[in-house]
């Protein structure tokens, strides 16, 4: 069983044609592991959205090669037809905001996807009992999203894109909405999930004070990918 | 599975019952359009069904009294009456008048027919105070609609009536209320001239002879006679037009209603047409409500089908409710309309075909719009 959770290879993503080309990304290559927390910096407008919809199967890249656990699922063009049963099935997403389905109580938003998935109600009721007792919000199954405090939310839509089980987490900008306590807060769970759960959660950031707490940092410069290590003690990236 | 639709009206409840009753009310205008067409039929059908003739003998070329002028001789009942196969045959007048009141004069029908012959246009089972009339001068039975009670005096021409009865549900082709009065006071208000006028007409040298003319014979056939047959007879012999009851039916329907049925149905299809578009601005506004979530649904993959559906079963539910509504409402102020409204339920479950196909239409912008949704406009904020 490999341990690389996600392997992009000569990844390149332009828009336009012609004299409008724009060139987002080139030649991107790495592998993220099983159980990696990572974060992806770059300047606004740099391309981090547009990699981490290419990685989530969104946007289709121009060329190259992405894997997704054993699964290659771009080779030049998607492998399968059905883009979306491959984030049904691998991805999970937390968003800047919570994002929870309004009409939809705590444990609904949970169980929705792993329904689709074919799982039983009693079986996706079970597993988002476990995730939010695992997330400390068990209390709450029954609430609806408007009850909750930002960070209670944010929590379970950490378990919503754990529920049905995927081998990578892609996070737009989850601490975004909050306050310095609680971005790390939701951090160190990310964390933690990404060893226990042995998820790859590939974090998009601007928020340097969580930088400490992932393994890799990866940032998009000249529309390549260049790793980065922290300088912990400087708080700097070098 | 979860529900969507239901959960998303159930978070919503109150804003979309609030809508399906405002949809619901467009409805109910639906239905009473159609009752006021059915009503129309029905109050069209009112006098010729109590009348009950047979044959009815007009004069040539005349499509009869409820279509246009006809005037035959008050005599000819007594020349139809031994042709061969009838039964009995009697005279009738019909004539818009306007009874005075104290509070505006009353537009009504008056029925005029010879009290003591054979065919009584009056129906017992209407009469729901006094009773019919017993003679042949100055009585009159009224509707109930006209305000009238019995023993009131009502003043007409240069007589005064008295009211002997009153009758409940008599309505003409027209939604006029029908009175009832003897033939000899019916020709004299329609056909007999002021003595001036009649003097005037003398100096002319013109007979004022038309007090014995009436609109039209009635006349029920023997059994073992075809009617038809009768009725040819009578053409061939009396230059009349004669018609069955069943044309005479269709001339009230389809010349005299026709146009108001068309009118009527033209304003159904209309409402038909705005329920729609609104259902599906409504419909559309709702979608574009969770255009947000929908991306979300569409990011973390949920298939199409999960959310189109969700989209179509919450407008055909908002088709079903406000048809419940519609219903409600038409039911509760069907009465209070001036002219007759019938509710008859094949209309209703027509309606709800109709609202059913409606709202399937309707909910194709919120589907289209779902299926446009791009499931990338979740990222960022």
């Not at chain 1, 959205?49 to 199967?57: A, D, F, N, R």
């Not at chain 2, 002319?204 to 007090?211: A, L, T, Y």
Request: proline fraction near 3%; aromatic fraction near 8%.
């Amino acid at each position: 069983m490999s341990k690389i959770a996600i392997k992009v290879q000569n990844l390149v993503k332009n828009f336009g044609k012609g004299d409008n080309l724009v060139k987002v990304i080139e030649n991107a290559s790495f592998e993220i592991k099983k159980g990696e927390l990572v974060a992806l910096i770059a300047p606004s407008g740099a391309g981090k959205t547009t990699l981490l919809m290419m990685i989530g199967c969104v946007y289709e890249p121009t060329s190259g090669e992405i894997w997704l656990g054993e699964e290659k699922v771009y080779d030049n063009k998607w492998t399968a037809k059905d883009t979306r049963r491959i984030r049904r099935e691998k991805i999970g997403f937390i968003f800047q905001a919570h994002y929870l389905i309004p009409f939809l109580n705590i444990i609904e938003n949970i169980t929705l996807l792993p329904q689709t998935n074919g799982v039983s109600e009693k079986a996706a009721k079970q597993k988002a009992m476990e995730l939010l007792e695992y997330l400390e919000i068990a209390d709450k199954a029954y609430s609806m999203s408007s009850q909750l405090s930002g960070g209670q939310n944010q929590r379970v839509a950490i378990a919503r894109a754990l529920a049905n089980n995927p081998e990578i987490i892609l996070a737009d900008e989850p601490t975004a909405a909050l306050d310095a306590q609680r971005s790390i807060s939701v951090i160190k769970m990310l964390k933690k999930i990404a060893i226990e759960q042995n998820v790859a959660i590939i974090t998009v950031t601007h928020d340097e004070r969580i930088l400490p707490y992932f393994d890799r940092i990866m940032k998009i410069e000249n529309r390549s990918i260049v790793f980065h290590k922290l300088d912990k003690e400087q708080n700097e990236i070098i | 599975m979860i529900n969507l639709a239901k959960r998303d009206i159930e978070h919503t409840l109150s804003k979309f019952i609030v809508t399906a009753m405002g949809v619901g009310m467009l409805l109910g205008i639906v239905l009473i359009m159609i009752g006021v067409y059915r009503g129309l039929i029905f109050e069209a059908e009112i006098l010729l069904n109590d009348i009950n003739a047979d044959l009815w003998i007009v004069q040539e070329n005349t499509m009869g009294p409820f279509a246009e002028s006809s005037r035959v001789y008050e005599d000819m009942k007594d020349i139809i009456y031994v042709m061969d196969g009838i039964d009995k045959s009697g005279a009738i007048t019909f004539q818009n008048i306007q009874l005075p009141h104290k509070d505006k004069p009353v537009r009504v029908v008056a029925v005029g027919y010879d009290i003591y012959g054979s065919i009584n246009p009056v129906n017992p089972q209407r009469i729901i105070s006094g009773r019919n009339m017993k003679n042949d001068r100055y009585e009159i039975v009224v509707t109930d609609k006209t305000g009238f009670k019995v023993d009131d005096k009502i003043k007409l021409g240069r007589n005064s009536y008295t009211v002997v009865g009153v009758t409940h549900n008599t309505t003409s082709n027209s939604g006029d209320p029908l009175v009832y009065l003897s033939l000899k006071d019916a020709q004299e208000l329609q056909f007999l001239y002021s003595n001036k006028e009649i003097q005037n007409n003398e100096a002319r040298g013109v007979k004022n002879s038309e007090s014995h003319m009436v609109n039209a014979i009635i006349a029920t056939v023997k059994n073992g006679f075809d009617i038809n047959e009768v009725a040819q007879d009578i053409k061939k012999w009396q230059h009349k037009s004669v018609y069955t009851a069943q044309q005479q039916k269709e001339i009230l329907t389809k010349n005299v209603v026709e146009k108001s049925a068309k009118q009527i149905g033209l304003f159904t299809v209309i409402l038909v047409v705005v329920s729609t578009i609104i259902i599906a601005l409504i419909i559309y506004t709702m979608t574009l409500e969770k255009i947000k979530e929908i991306s979300i649904m569409k990011l973390m993959g949920l298939p199409n089908s999960l959310i189109v559906s969700m989209i179509v079963k919450e407008t055909l539910l908002l088709g079903i409710f406000a048809f419940i509504f519609g219903n409600i409402f038409s039911h509760l102020t069907y009465d209070k309309f001036p002219k007759r409204i019938v509710l008859e339920i094949p209309d209703a479950f027509m309606l709800f075909g109709v609202i059913i196909v409606a709202s399937i239409l309707a909910s194709f912008i919120g589907v289209k719009k779902v299926i446009s949704a791009d499931p990338a406009a979740a990222i960022g904020g």
